[in-house]
């Protein structure tokens, strides 16, 4: 039982880092200009340069338009996969894109 206790202690845990984490990464001028579907743009700073495993889940959350170095370009984000995203440890930073 003690093992059990432990177990759930620790995910509950980790769920809480991930959304105290999650708060401060994502920009205030995020979803400022939104399509008619109410989904925007937005830039996806990774904290190493991306694999093919993260483009993938960035792509459950949005169309790949490009990258620069560890800067995923997204297209189409919606509110809730913004949020999604912040929540992933190897996100550093989310912002509207410049330009």
Do not use: C
Request: aromatic share 8%.
């Amino acid at each position: 039982m003690r093992k059990i206790a432990v177990v759930v202690a620790v995910v509950l845990a980790y769920e809480i880092w991930l959304d105290v984490q999650a708060s401060g990464k994502v920009a205030d001028d995020v979803g400022q200009v939104r399509n008619e579907r109410g989904r925007y743009s937005a830039d996806v700073e990774i904290k190493f340069a991306p694999e093919r495993y993260h483009v993938l889940e960035l792509q459950k959350h949005g169309r790949i338009a490009g990258t620069d170095g560890n800067v995923v370009h997204l297209r189409g984000v919606s509110p809730a996969g913004t949020e999604a995203l912040a929540r992933k440890y190897w996100i550093r930073r989310i912002s509207a894109p410049t330009g």
